[in-house]
T-cell receptor
């Protein structure tokens, strides 16, 4: 079983729609939850991160974490064609020796159409 | 401020050959990570350097992969000999500390034929 599950899509929505992206995870040791955005032929870039259960808002983006259900979501309001990209959830826990590593979902490919 | 850079952007080699990938982290970032994405799979962790020391190399697939970080600056990842299953995109990331954002480079696309 993968530690992080994410629907790969593709997901196609009209401009202005609300987009919901989701991931589930199995490892309760994960402490930090991130959403990365990746454009074609580029590296992932961090959109948002959260530590605790609840919601965190940043402009048109809202990240939601439910640790009891091991479920995280990213909502995009008023979606724009420039939001078309692959969205990756990622999780992290701090290792005893002081190291860390990101564990990614497969990514959801999003296309926002005019 | 320059971001994380990787060289080459794309490499095509034959099975059995050797390839060396290079990563230049953001200046001042002590933490450097290597990740890999093979076709259709998720991005997976390979290893983590703190300065020139390997903090965690639990993700390295086998002893055909050798990573170094000379003087705590740039890093290289050598694959010798390359196999078909090594094809994928190799990402490097760097951060100021383990609780700080990891900044990713654009990746090196490796194709082994």
């Amino acid at each position: 079983q993968k530690e992080v599950e994410q629907d790969p899509g593709p997901l196609s929505v009209p401009e202005g729609a609300i987009v919901s992206l989701n991931c589930t995870y199995s490892n309760s040791a994960f402490q930090y939850f991130m959403w990365y955005r990746q454009y074609s032929r580029k590296g992932p870039e961090l959109l948002m991160y959260t530590y605790s259960s609840g919601n965190k808002e940043d402009g048109r983006f809202t990240a939601q974490v439910d640790k009891s259900s091991k479920y995280i979501s990213l909502f995009i309001r008023d979606s724009q064609p420039s939001d078309s990209a692959t969205y990756l959830c990622a999780m992290i826990y701090i290792l005893t020796g002081g190291g860390n590593k990101l564990t990614f979902g497969t990514g959801t490919q999003l296309k926002v159409e005019l | 401020e320059a971001g994380v850079t990787q060289f080459p952007s794309h490499s095509v080699i034959e099975k059995g050959q050797t390839v060396t990938l290079r990563c230049d982290p953001i200046s001042g970032h002590d933490n450097l990570y290597w990740y890999r994405r093979v076709m259709g799979k998720e991005i997976k962790f390979l290893l983590h350097f703190v300065k020139e020391s390997k903090q965690d190399e639990s993700g390295m697939p086998n002893n055909r992969f050798l990573a170094e970080r000379t003087g705590g600056t740039y890093s290289t990842l050598k694959v010798q000999p390359a196999e078909l299953e090594d094809s994928g995109v190799y990402f490097c990331a760097s951060s100021q500390g383990i609780l700080y954002e990891q900044y990713f480079g654009p990746g090196t696309r490796l194709t082994v034929t």
